[in-house]
């Protein structure tokens, strides 16, 4: 089953202040960390538990922008993930479960 929300980052979010003077940019730790959050409401997952394999950053997130945060069921252990800006990516990536070894 997909999931599928829309994120409105808002123009005044303090990560801007810093990241960058000028040319404003969200960080992609807190845009993952946004993804990560909606998984675990979505899906009720504990995140803790899982572990980011991969993670592509496409697109720069500004002030203003609307995301569509996209994720699909876990499939043998896996969850993708996608974020869209408007008609482009702007993230891509997946979660796997942590072995009992790695937990």
Do not use: N, Y
Request: aromatic share 4%.
């Amino acid at each position: 089953m997909k999931h599928v929300r829309t994120l409105r980052i808002a123009p005044d979010h303090p990560a801007f202040a810093g990241h960058f003077p000028g040319l404003p940019i969200l960080p992609g730790a807190l845009l993952l960390d946004e993804v990560l959050h909606a998984i675990q409401q979505d899906r009720e997952l504990d995140v803790t538990r899982w572990q980011v394999t991969a993670a592509k950053f496409l697109a720069a997130v500004r002030p203003g922008d609307v995301l569509t945060i996209e994720h699909c069921a876990a499939i043998a252990g896996t969850v993708r993930f996608s974020v869209r800006l408007a008609d482009r990516p702007a993230l891509t990536g997946t979660l796997q479960a942590k072995t009992e070894a790695a937990a």
